[in-house]
């Protein structure tokens, strides 16, 4: 049991107009998130499972997206913050942070480094060099990785020990097969450098869709506490990529069950003030 109502802060999801051409990263297998995830549906999740607020992370790398998501996020006081993407590799960028940055609610950037055919994209000259602005406009840097990128990753972060980063989804571990290492050893690595934190998501949809259990997130889980400890963790949906698997509870729940055991303290600390600590939002 909780010592206290800790405010509860989704630190990752996405809303969409779905269009095809825009979202190809959705294929036959996702075919359900074929269709518009607005603002009303979330509200409609984060009332049924008593969120209070959410950080609202780019699916789609145009400056229309962001834009659109500003402007969502200036209308509905529960989205706390907004990750966006810009074009981190671009000589025009400082210009394009110098135009959000004005905007409360311009959180952090996030590129889509997963689905890029260089596992080394990250360590690129002009990507760097987009990384060592993002402090200049107190902008924080979501890494969407899977456990093959982790190496790259800590070359990254090491080379940027003032720069904010989280991980996203734990770098989506194989829970499908049960396997931990090397994404164990990895993480521990990415772990020892303070700067960065991670998101305790998108994990139902690394298992087996039709078929998880609770229990097949404890060890990974139990391998994000060890590496993080429970001041740099923050609870995620991933909604609505989440619903392949579960419902958005169901979803957040799988963090909130095992958290449980914790004192007060770091409840509170996991469900929302790391989040709004590291965003520099607001909790309430």
């Not at 960028?93 to 890029?116: I, N, P």
């Not at 303290?265 to 600590?277: H, M, R």
């Amino acid at each position: 049991m909780q010592d206290k109502k800790a405010t509860t802060i989704d630190a990752h999801h996405h809303l969409w107009h779905y269009s095809a051409a825009e979202y190809g990263w959705i294929d036959d297998s996702m075919s359900e998130l074929r269709r518009d995830f607005l603002i009303a549906d979330l509200e409609r999740e984060l009332t049924g499972a008593g969120v209070d607020g959410t950080i609202v992370v780019q699916a789609q790398q145009t400056d229309e997206e962001t834009r659109w998501l500003l402007e969502l996020a200036g209308e509905h006081s529960f989205i706390r913050g907004v990750v966006g993407w810009v074009d981190l590799c671009s000589a025009e960028l400082r210009g394009q942070l110098e135009r959000l940055a004005g905007d409360s609610k311009f959180a952090g950037v996030r590129h889509v480094v997963q689905d890029e055919p260089d596992d080394a994209f990250m360590l690129r000259e002009d990507f760097r060099r987009g990384i060592g602005l993002l402090r200049e406009f107190d902008l924080t840097y979501d890494l969407l990785l899977h456990p093959r990128h982790l190496p790259f990753a800590v070359r990254l972060v090491e080379e940027f020990p003032e720069q904010p980063f989280v991980l996203d989804h734990l770098a989506k571990p194989f829970i499908a097969r049960g396997e931990i290492s090397p994404w164990r050893e990895e993480l521990h690595a990415l772990a020892k450098l303070p700067n960065v934190m991670c998101k305790l998501s998108g994990m139902m949809t690394e298992a087996k869709w039709d078929a998880w259990r609770p229990e097949d997130f404890s060890p990974y889980l139990d391998v994000a506490f060890e590496a993080f400890g429970a001041d740099r963790l923050m609870i995620g949906s991933d909604w609505p990529v989440c619903t392949l698997a579960a419902e958005y509870d169901a979803a957040m729940q799988i963090v909130m069950e095992y958290v449980g055991r914790l004192s007060g303290d770091e409840q509170a600390a996991i469900l929302g003030e790391n989040c709004a600590g590291f965003y520099g939002v607001a909790e309430s």
